[in-house]
């Protein structure tokens, strides 16, 4: 049901929309657009850009929109593919689900062309676009609840060679702390979709909070700059951590239930270390107060392991079972590329 | 019509609550309770501490919780009356303005006995617990909507020697910056009402957004105890900053409109200036960018003075007018005594 | 503002509207219609019946519908004038507040024509229809949120004729419980402005919580008819308790505070005593239960004072500061008329 | 509180903004910006364009925005004050009334300084604007609910000079019908307080529903330009429906309340009277259907006077009280000018 | 699931409910009672007469709602079976989507018996009301959302027998326009579900917006009776356009992506063609003004086709990919029959 | 995907929870926790008690919370599985359906791992707690909408064994009424499920409203222990009604389509018979009353069968199709076993 007027396989620069099909009360016919700037150059690699896969992270969509504005013909090698904000109606919103189907587009794939806005999205990227692509880079970070580390991160892929490939462009996101994540909550992920189809992947958890800072764009919009140098889209010279003075990227990894720490109880979230400390399994990490009853001591949150802690919740409101910290041990590269 | 059991010129230290009425579909003879600690033990100052003024403001609750918990009664030279969460309702809902009635406490001042529930609590402190106090502590933050550098800050009430107290007790929180503020959006503020009945006054912005860092927390914290310890409330040795090893604080005021910087129009906020920075008039800040037309130029905003950036919106999603960044200068301590 | 074309000194039976001017956006010229009805025939009395002061309690309403389609003027001395809905927004909402400007009708006296409709209707009443009347039935229960023994009750009006003949009236009820209660929690009520102008005034609490049982509505309706005759309205032969050969009324009184049982904290309320049974002060009244932590010892909620159960929460789901129990010690006659 | 960078003495053609300070739960410190557009040029009289004095209502919003852009310096004589969209948050949002405070903005005046958004915006035309101002033209329509045969329309003011100014206005704008009416349901509208101080006060009713066809733009845009150069504000012939081949305006007039028609009750309204079409007392004017019982015959409406179907409820649901239709009897000029 | 106590071959005229079944927090047994009509007189075609598909499209409920209280067995020749509000939810509450479960009733087929209420009507007619009909009329307009010059309108089915028929019942309505359309948004509609089950199926799009005229009403009335005399269910006299001294249908038809003009942007739609006008691609048909910036230059809405503008957005306030104008070509009689 | 730390294998008395993965807004990697209680030792029968399978049905899940925590392992003979409040998200917003996902969770069965969270904790009672268990006790009432006699019920298996051992259970619970039901709205249910699994299901109907009384927790909280006594989980002495002194139950049972009596139209039910209380076909059982029109006559609720009032509505605003009454046939437990 998804059309575009875009010609995906013209050279040079275009600005267009996905036009998904949308009946609501208040209006009969209307339609979702979601804007795609396309910009395509010879030969070279085609290389998808996603912001806003979840509405509430913006640092990507910035990303991308000003790499949608800047980029010239001349700079590109191939093909890019550029959506700011994928899942556009949460972006509107500034929510991490679609406010018009509820739905989380990051558990939604493989799609489904009859189903609601967020489902006709991602079968249109499913059977579409990510058949188009060689690279699938998609943004993301902690959204309105979660803040991390600025990082890039991948999945363990099983595929040795692609594994090594995303290994590779995960590190020139050049972030101080690299990170190896399973799916423990959900299928239907995008970035699974697309590694099954053998992409190379790239996604990241750039901060969090409502805000981004202004330290956490640079990072996002140098980042995704340098991966598109090296992946062979746009031209220039790639930039390591060493070149730029910095020690080399901490790649952690979590892959246990006991590194995901969630609250015993609703209440006010008082965090007690700061992102990016190395804690102890036993160490205090923060506590949840009690509104009602100051009085009564605090629930105590406690690391089950030994890590990093990598990301946290961010409003101090909190419901029982909302993840407040992750503990993410370190890793070599050699585990991670062999694992 | 507030009620409390609570005696407070009992020796020792008691927890009880504010009981405000509130009838409401779901309990036609409900209350509001608000929780109250009181602390007493012989001669000294009165200080009332309040944390929870408006509701996303969780900072100044949690020190004032677990200050509440672990204060006793040796420790205290004089009264202390915490109230952790002021404006509960909000607290619970972590919302700026009261969820009851859709009012922001910090403008119901002097407030009204027969009027909603923050008119309430607002005439309950103009006419009993102001009176009761020597000393008024007000922890603000920028709550959901903006953050700011972790900051004591203070009016420049027209008395010497009340503004010399207050200028003396905002130094004893030891931020790194310290902020001359003016009211330039609406009366009936809980400080003035309490400058006005010429208390010391000492309030505080300590960052903001929904989240609270760990670093943060140990400032609101440490800077509570140490401005009781200056009042001569707790006992113990004022800390200060030289003796930290840390740098003069850094005096900052914004009292001219041009000092605040408003969106030009509705979109996604991008901050370009990091918190703290020195910028000059003329310099790039921020822009709004168009996520329906992204190939439309942004809006810039651009400061109109130079300073600091003191405080800057967090959700990058932002309406027309509302205050993006505001630009505060740097003040010797001579200038704030003697203005 | 407000208007109606009810002619209330024109004898005979007259069906028609109270109109209150009500602009909203489905409707910018639009009124609300609160229905009346007047029955006027010779000399006696005027009785004003009033049912859903608060919109959720349908005792009253039922019973003053039943009677306004059943009565005729051969049945009538004086004058009847009855609203079935007085807060019809809230009537039409099963709502305590009117839904359209969230006021407690009963705490809105004397009101205000420039006001919200809630105002206006108050304002309606106090200036044309009490000054009209003899004789104010006003039909309470607990509504959604309590639930009374079934009982008329009355205040403590200094004028000792004017109690003598409420009390009188109060009788005429033929309920199980009297209640003798006082107002705790605001100003503004519909029967103190009665009161106030000086007339019979009639108020009962006949059960509660959203329901009605068919006992509950015999009750009302049976109530409301011998009080018509006992007032002289009606025509008939008073029923009294003794002559349907059940035992005499318990009079019973809550006065003070510490009468009033509010829940410690939010959780589920379980009410471990039946209504209408005598407790003692220390007694275990009921608790309230954690659903997040049924592990947790439940809050207890124990009596302060001797008395009955007069009324307890219905909605086991309770936030802290709910009113969950009344406990009404018994009093005599005596101490009724010449307290 | 309102502040403008404006400066209304400056001469040449400036755009900016009144800026309202609101705090909300995302924008502690935001303000609302209701855009101005001013042009000055020598002597002539001033001339305040007001649309959107309710929000739904988009034919003086679109007709004042187009003249904004389009007007120049040179064109003026005097000085043109152009607000589009006099109460902003409503015309985002579609509504009658403000989203922001629920107060309906022609129901507000003089305003109160320290009151809601409405109010501040309300106090600001009363004490700067209205004073600066020589004329002022409040452009409405029937919004979302009613729908009026396009007309000009006035207020009986007793001063015979300024009515007849008015009445003369009012026929500049070469409507078909012109329409005499009377405030029956209410006080503060925005018209009167401009007339208490003496202003030649032109006001409209230019259509209904939410839609505006193409032909009522024609009618709003042509006849607002006719009417600055009637008075004298813009260059240019005044044309008058004569010299168009036009028939002379119809004068009506709808005073007493039965020429407003309630529904009788709550259901699905059907007009069987088409607009503009003379109707006699006792004339079916439009029924209520019972959508949960369509056997049930329908509640009729009935006419109680004669004359035009000046205006109809839009919204085919409809609400017991609402106001469905308005009969308003021709009149003769000599009437209006000498009544 | 659905079940209904109506007898749909017994002779005479019965009124009656669908039973849907629905449990919701208010009713845990409740179910959803649609309104049903049945009049069985002898042989003659069974007729299905359908209002409300949409809920806020009032014209058919209406229409049928007087032909279900006025029709007589004796006017009948075979079996007449009236819906008025067949998405009964949707009709109360004036919406399009049904309130209870948010679906599209129109995209709702062939139905799920297990599925939510609109899915339980779908499958009840596909399987039980459709195969007892010859004729199936679904009376639609353009909603809230959309107006259009009152049509009847069609598919063009595959079989040229079935489409012939219903070619000469769309006429048979004697609307000014006639509308040959194809669906691009979508699957699912009730009228491609009785064209596959072979059914004669008449549509409309008569009017819309949130009002419907006396003059609009009267197209439904009369056009409905005259398509009912057309295939032999009522007796009487068909009419014709040319025996009422009308000039021919013109018949229009829009089957490409380029008739339907889409919002480009968010903002104030202004429609500059009357509604049934001819334009011309490239003419400008609207424009969408920009609130918080009036002075910005709107975004044209321009023509990419011939043809008559055949139907237009209603409310001004759109969003982007809203469907703001249709524009649709003459066609033939020939072309239609045959293409 | 549901997971727990629990160990149902590990013998003596464990606290933990059901964790079900739920991303919202507010909490990308939240989860559900639903509280649950294991107590094993040794020997005997898996029992699975479930109360809050509606979340507005408080006394099963107050009475599992007691037992939860009174209950010692050495009570115990085999294992006991407690899930006080199955429905948490639901039980946390007192409504029958889940506020996540808008479930009916009796509806769900056999559920969904990928589905939403009431799906998934369907599901894994389908797939790990049931085959688990021998017996299953699912504790209903009325919920906020229905009031019962306060009985236990059973479906009529068609296996006769399971279906004698489960009314030898029922009567266990020694309730004044037993009801034997059928479901005619729906499939779906838990009790289904595990009946289909071949377990001895008890189920029950303890009164309802948004109220308990203390007399019907007792009668839920003695009921459970005396058939987890009966069914040999717990030690002790079986209780009956005749070794209480009590007369024996009676059997009810409501069948057909005309026991169960629904709304005939919207407005105001009065319920004109006591609960429990029998009646004949054609009696008056209740009325619905016209709050906009109270002189028109209610429409009447008349009884179509004889039988025992067993359950009625509680609110009064009541919709058209909502169900007010059920009259329940009083029969043999001949016919129960052998039917």
Redesign the interface.
């Known amino acids: 049901?998804v059309?575009t007027s875009l010609d995906f396989d013209a050279p040079g620069k275009q600005?267009g929309?996905l036009?998904v099909?949308?009946?609501?009360?208040?209006?009969?016919?209307?339609?979702?657009?979601v804007?795609v700037?396309v910009v395509q150059n010879g030969a070279g690699p085609t290389v998808l850009v996603l912001g806003g896969n979840?509405g509430?992270e913006?640092q990507g969509?910035?990303a991308?929109?000003k790499l949608?504005?800047e980029v010239t013909t001349e700079q590109v090698r191939g093909r890019l593919i550029l959506i700011?904000?994928l899942n556009?109606p949460a972006?509107?919103?500034?929510?991490?689900?679609s406010p018009l189907d509820g739905m989380?587009l990051n558990?939604a794939f493989p799609g489904d062309p009859?189903g609601p806005v967020s489902s006709q999205i991602a079968h249109y990227l499913t059977t579409v676009l990510f058949p188009l692509s060689d690279v699938v880079i998609d943004i993301h970070s902690?959204?309105?609840?979660?803040?991390f580390v600025p990082c890039s991160h991948m999945h363990l892929v099983p595929d040795r060679a692609q594994r090594a490939a995303m290994f590779s462009a995960m590190l020139a996101w050049n972030t101080e702390f690299s990170f190896i994540y399973a799916d423990?909550?959900?299928?239907g992920l995008l970035p699974v979709e697309a590694e099954n189809q053998g992409k190379l992947v790239v996604t990241t958890e750039l901060g969090g909070?409502?805000?981004?800072?202004?330290?956490v764009?640079r990072v996002a919009q140098q980042g995704l700059r340098n991966v598109l140098i090296h992946v062979g889209l746009l031209q220039g010279t790639e930039e390591t951590r060493a070149g730029l003075g910095l020690p080399p990227t901490i790649i952690t990894q979590a892959l246990n239930?006991d590194d995901?720490l969630?609250a015993p109880?609703?209440g006010?979230f008082?965090?007690?270390?700061?992102?990016g400390t190395l804690v102890r399994a036993g160490d205090l990490v923060g506590a949840i107060?009690h509104?009602?009853?100051?009085?009564r001591?605090p629930e105590p949150v406690v690391a089950r392991s030994d890590g990093f802690l990598i990301t946290?919740?961010?409003?101090?409101?909190t419901?029982?079972?909302?993840?407040v910290a992750v503990i993410a041990r370190q890793v070599s590269a050699d585990e991670v590329l062999h694992a």
Chains 1, 2, 3, 4, 5, 6 share one sequence.
């Open positions: 049901m059309f600005q929309f036009q099909p949308y009946s609501h009360n208040l209006g009969g016919w209307a339609n979702v657009l804007p700037t979840h509430d913006y969509q910035i991308a929109m949608a504005r700011p904000s556009f972006a509107q919103a500034a929510t991490r689900l989380n558990r009859e902690g959204g309105r609840s979660m803040e423990i909550a959900g299928s909070g409502e805000g981004v800072s202004a330290k764009h239930r995901y969630l109880e609703s006010i008082e965090i007690m270390v700061d992102l107060h509104l009602e009853r100051p009085d001591a946290m919740r961010v409003p101090c409101l419901r029982q079972g909302d993840c």
